[in-house]
């Protein structure tokens, strides 16, 4: 099991996911946990709360301390 942080690459409206970090075994298991739990969340597929999935899926690699992610205040 490996660690992946996942970003949109288009611009965020209200009421949709930026970022996430994510459990998985594979960049193509990320997309399909990603869908699963938006039908989950939502009752049905609502492509856009993730920019229709155009995401950019990268592995955290755990090889030293590091912060691995920070939310801005505003």
Do not use: C
């Amino acid at each position: 099991m490996k660690l992946y942080l996942v970003h949109r690459n288009d611009s965020v409206e209200y009421d949709e996911y930026e970022s996430a970090i994510v459990a998985a075994e594979s960049p193509e298991e990320v997309i399909e946990i990603l869908k699963d739990s938006v039908a989950e969340n939502f009752g049905a597929p609502k492509e856009e709360v993730w920019g229709n999935y155009d995401v950019t899926v990268k592995e955290i690699v755990l090889d030293k301390p590091r912060i691995i992610l920070q939310f801005p205040a505003g």
